[in-house]
């Protein structure tokens, strides 16, 4: 999971955008540790779209955290 991750913070950074978009990925907390690890080493994203995936309250406060 962590290199398809990689591969997308790479596609993004190459698109030039700054929308980190996982929207509808059928993800849930077993992604948040990842996550999480993208938001903390890249300042590149200035918005960030998890809507419409499985996370849980405790998923989603991990990710607050870091947030």
């Known amino acids: 999971m962590l290199r ?3 591969m ?4 993004h950074a190459d698109a030039g955008t700054r929308k ?9 907390d077993q ?5 999480c690890k993208i938001i903390k080493n890249s300042n590149k994203f200035a918005e960030l779209d998890l809507s419409k995936n499985c996370f849980t309250n405790v998923g989603l406060k991990q990710i607050a955290k870091v947030l």
């Open 20 to 28: 980190l978009n996982f929207a509808e990925m059928a993800l849930g």
């Open 4 to 6: 398809f991750f990689d």
């Open 31 to 35: 992604a948040v540790h990842v996550i």
């Open 8 to 11: 997308v913070v790479k596609n």
